[in-house]
C-alpha cells in the first residue's frame, strides 16, 4: 500500500489495483505472458519485429535511452510495442516493421543501424537477454570495440579453425538484412480455404503469427498441455513452431497450384495430436490442429485417403451399424483371436482394446422415458457420435441426474458432431454436418435452453470449428448456438451458483477425487469449472492431476505406427500418477479417449463426472 501511495503521490501510473491470492494473481502473470500473443495478433503484414528489443542500458539512463530511441522512430515513420524488464535497463521496444516490401527492409536496417549508436551512446549493449546471432552479429565490433571483436574471433578460431559450428554467428556474420523469409514486395496469390480463416486475415497469416518464442518447448515438468508430441520426442519438428513455420515456408515458397501437396508438411503434421493446447497456450495463438486439418484435406485433394483414415473418419456409420448387432459385434472386438486379425487387417495397435457398442443407443433410451411435467426448465442433450454409441450409459446417467435435479432433458433433431471428419482432415464433410446441425439447432439453442454436452470434443465442436466451417448466411445462428453450447459440468456450476442445486441433494460422505483434464476442457478453460462441480457435494475434494495431454487423441493412440509415442505421452505424468493413487480415490475423467488410455495403460476404471455426482445425489 505505500507503494501505490508513493505513485499516487508521484503522478505516476493510472490504475493501482491491489491483488491477492495465487488464483487472482496468476490471473495478472497472465496477462504479462499474454502480452507477446496479443501484439502479434495485431492485423496487417506491418509486425512488432525483434530488432532492437534486447538493447539493454544503465537504469538510470533508459529513460534518456527511450527518448532518443522515440525519436527515431518518429524520425523512420514507425510505432512500437514497449514491454517487461525496464527495472533491469532492458525494455523490449518492437517497431512495427512490414518485410515483405523491399522499403520496409531499409527500414529495419536503419532502425538498427541507428539505435547501435544510441547504445554506444550510452555505454550500453547490444544484447542484455536474447543473444546477437545474426540478426545483430554485424554491429558487434562497433559496439564492442574492434580490439574485443578480434578476439572474439581469435576464440571462435581457436576452438573451430574449420568454421563449421554454427557458422557466421557473432563473427563474420552477413548484413542483417540478408538472407530474410520474403522477397521484395512479396505478392502472393489468395490460398483458397475450406475453413474460413478471415478472422486471422488468411491461414498464412496464421502461420506467420508463430513468433518463435517456443513456448511450445515445453516440458512434463513446466507442464501445459501443448505440445504432448514433442514433450514425449524432444525433437524440434514436432513442436507448434516447427508445424507453423513448415506452413509459412511452403504456402509463401512453393510453385505447385495446391501449394499444400508438400511430403514434408505431411511429415510434421503425423504427430500432431490436435489437442487443441496451441490455441490457448501459444502466445500468438497459433492453432495448428485447425491448419493440420485443412492441410489435410487439401492433401486428400491430391492423393486421395488411404482405408484406415477412412474407416476412422466414418466411425459413428461402423458402430451405427455395430449397435444393430451389438452381441456379435462386441464379442468379435472383446475377443482376442479376432480382434487382433481386426487390428492387423486396419492397422490398430496389438495392445490397444477396441470400443465396445451398446445395443440400446442414447437416444432410443430417452424416447421411452416419460417426460417431467413440473421442470423448472427444459435443457437440451446432445447425443455425441460417442456418447449415442459407445457410451450410452453416460448418457443415461446424466439425463437421470438432470432430471433428478429437476430438469426436463430433451434430445433434439440433429447429427453427429463430425469430429471424427475433423480429426482426420476431412473438412469438406465436417462443413455439411455443421450446416446442418446449426439448421436444426437455430432457435432451438438459447439461453434459457442450452444445448449440454458429456463428451468434450464433441460439445466444443460447436464453440471453435463450427464458426469458421458453416455458410455464410448460417454464421450468426451458429454464433448463438455456439453461446450456449455447454459441457454439462458448466450448466451445472451455473445453477449451483444460482441457488437453483444445493449441496444437501447430495451424500455427506466423504470422497477423494483425481480430475484429469480432457484437452479440449484445457484449451477453453474448463478443468476448473469440473473440478469446482465434483467439489459441491459436502465433504467431496478434488485435486487437479497435473497432467497435459492424455496421448489418445481420438484416434491417434490406436493407429500402430503412433502407439509408441501415445504411450510415451501418457507415461509422462497421468499413468504413473494414478499408479501412485490409492484405490479408495476416484479417477475422473470426461473424454472418452481419456478413459481409454487410463484403462488400457494402468487397468483402472475411471469415471465420468456426472456419473461420481448422479451416485452421489440423494434419490
Not at 299 to 315: C, Q, S
Not at 420 to 425: A, E, F, V
Request: proline share 4%; aromatic share 8%.
Amino acid at each position: 500500500m505505500a507503494l501505490k501511495e508513493d505513485l499516487i503521490a508521484r503522478g505516476l501510473g493510472y490504475a493501482y489495483p491491489y491483488i491477492t491470492g495465487i488464483e487472482q494473481t496468476n490471473l495478472v502473470w497472465d496477462v504479462r505472458k499474454a502480452g507477446l500473443g496479443l501484439i502479434r495478433n495485431l492485423p496487417g503484414d506491418s509486425q512488432p519485429v525483434n530488432l532492437i528489443e534486447d538493447c539493454a542500458v544503465s537504469p538510470e539512463d533508459l529513460p534518456a535511452y527511450v527518448r532518443d530511441i522515440q525519436k527515431l522512430l518518429i524520425e523512420e515513420g514507425v510505432h512500437a510495442s514497449y514491454y517487461a524488464h525496464a527495472g533491469a535497463g532492458e525494455l523490449h521496444i518492437e517497431p512495427f516493421v512490414n518485410l515483405k516490401t523491399a522499403a520496409g527492409k531499409r527500414t529495419f536496417r536503419s532502425i538498427l543501424e541507428k539505435t547501435s549508436d544510441l547504445v554506444l551512446k550510452y555505454n550500453g549493449s547490444l544484447s542484455g537477454e536474447h543473444g546477437d546471432g545474426r540478426l545483430r552479429g554485424e554491429f558487434i565490433g562497433k559496439v564492442l570495440g574492434e580490439k574485443v571483436y578480434k578476439l572474439l574471433e581469435e576464440v571462435k578460431f581457436i576452438f573451430d579453425p574449420q568454421g563449421v559450428f554454427n557458422a557466421n554467428k557473432i563473427v563474420n556474420t552477413p548484413p542483417m538484412d540478408s538472407h530474410l523469409r520474403y522477397d521484395n514486395d512479396n505478392n502472393r496469390t489468395e490460398i483458397k480455404t475450406y475453413f474460413d480463416f478471415s478472422k486471422d486475415e488468411s491461414i498464412l497469416r496464421l502461420a506467420e503469427k508463430c513468433s518463435g518464442s517456443g513456448d511450445c518447448r515445453k516440458t512434463e515438468i513446466t507442464g501445459g498441455t501443448m505440445c504432448p508430441s514433442f514433450m514425449a520426442t524432444r525433437d524440434e519438428k514436432d513442436t507448434t513452431r516447427a508445424r507453423a513455420n513448415m506452413l509459412r515456408q511452403f504456402l509463401t515458397n512453393s510453385t505447385k497450384k495446391n501449394r499444400f501437396d508438400h511430403e514434408e508438411i505431411k511429415e510434421v503434421m503425423d504427430l500432431c495430436l490436435s489437442c487443441k493446447g496451441c490455441k490457448t497456450e501459444c502466445p500468438s495463438s497459433v492453432d495448428v490442429a485447425k491448419m493440420k486439418a485443412e492441410f489435410l484435406q487439401h492433401y486428400y485433394d491430391e492423393h486421395g485417403a488411404g482405408f484406415r483414415t477412412k474407416l476412422i473418419a466414418n466411425f459413428t456409420q461402423s458402430q451405427k451399424l455395430g449397435s444393430w448387432v451389438a452381441p456379435l459385434y462386441n464379442f468379435v472386438v472383446k475377443n482376442d483371436f479376432l480382434s487382433g486379425m481386426v487390428k492387423k487387417t486396419v492397422g490398430f495397435a496389438p495392445k490397444r482394446s477396441l470400443p465396445t457398442v451398446n445395443g440400446t443407443t442414447l437416444t432410443q433410451w430417452v424416447k421411452k422415458q416419460a417426460v417431467v411435467s413440473d421442470a423448472k426448465r427444459r435443457v437440451y442433450l446432445f447425443s455425441d457420435e460417442f456418447t449415442e454409441y459407445n457410451d450410452a450409459e453416460i448418457g443415461i446417467t446424466a439425463y437421470k441426474l438432470l432430471t433428478a435435479l429437476g430438469y426436463e432433458v430433451v434430445i433434439p433433431k440433429h447429427v453427429q458432431s463430425g469430429r471424427t471428419y475433423l480429426s482426420k482432415g476431412f473438412v469438406k464433410e465436417a462443413k455439411k454436418i455443421a450446416n446442418q446441425n446449426i439448421h436444426f439447432l437455430k432457435g432451438l439453442i438459447t439461453d434459457d435452453t442450452p444445448l449440454l454436452g458429456v463428451e468434450p470434443s464433441g460439445i466444443i465442436t460447436f464453440r471453435d470449428e463450427y464458426l469458421s466451417l458453416v455458410d455464410d448466411d448460417l454464421r450468426v445462428d451458429a454464433q448463438k448456438v455456439a453461446k450456449n453450447a455447454l459441457m454439462i459440468d458448466e450448466f451445472l456450476l451455473t445453477e449451483m451458483k444460482a441457488g437453483r442445486i444445493h449441496p444437501e441433494q447430495f451424500t455427506g460422505t466423504t470422497k477423494k477425487i483425481k480430475l484429469h483434464g480432457h484437452c479440449y476442457q484445457k484449451a477453453f478453460h474448463l478443468v476448473t469449472v469440473t473440478e469446482q462441480v465434483l467439489s459441491f457435494p459436502t465433504n467431496f475434494s478434488v485435486e487437479i492431476i497435473p497432467s497435459g495431454c492424455c496421448g489418445m487423441a481420438g484416434s491417434f493412440g490406436y493407429e500402430a505406427e503412433h502407439y509408441d509415442v501415445s504411450m510415451k505421452v501418457a507415461e509422462l505424468v497421468l499413468l504413473p500418477t494414478i499408479r501412485k493413487t490409492s484405490s479408495d480415490t476416484l479417477i475422473a475423467a470426461a473424454g472418452t479417449s481419456c478413459r481409454h488410455q487410463i484403462k488400457d495403460g494402468v487397468g483402472r476404471k475411471s469415471y465420468h463426472p456426472v456419473e461420481i455426482l448422479y451416485d452421489a445425489l440423494l434419490k
